[in-house]
């Protein structure tokens, strides 16, 4: 069965920096893609990144995050990130990571962890 556990979510000063992770089990974090997710107030649910496999070896970025957020994995820790640099206050949001049944970063997710909160202030 696969779990998937995120941590890392904080108040943080815009300007500044946090990072993410996603801890996963019953899946390899680099088998499948990959993407973090965020909710925020008033808004639906949007991908900000995603990993593909890693055979596939792309990394997406929502315009928003382009150049600000970072995402990795740990094969050994069985573990993805998100390192967020220089946040912005409309980066505040529900962080979820999730799986997709594919090597792609295509298609619906399948497989949701319960989310981190990230609050930043301006």
């Known amino acids: 069965q696969v779990q998937l556990e995120e941590s890392g979510g904080a108040l943080a000063q815009a300007g500044g920096s946090l990072k993410l992770s996603c801890v996963a089990s019953?899946?390899?974090?680099?088998?499948?893609?990959m993407g973090w997710f965020r909710h925020a107030p008033g808004k639906e649910r949007e991908r900000v990144s995603c990993i593909s496999s890693s055979g596939d070896g792309k990394v997406y970025y929502e315009d928003s995050v382009g150049g600000r957020f970072t995402v990795s994995r740990d094969k050994a820790e069985n573990t993805m990130y998100l390192l967020m640099n220089s946040v912005k206050a409309e980066d505040t949001g529900d962080y979820f990571c999730a799986t997709y049944p594919s090597y792609y970063c295509d298609g619906k997710p399948d497989y949701w962890g319960q989310g981190t909160q990230v609050t930043v202030s301006s």
């Open positions: 019953g899946v390899t974090v680099d088998r499948y893609a």
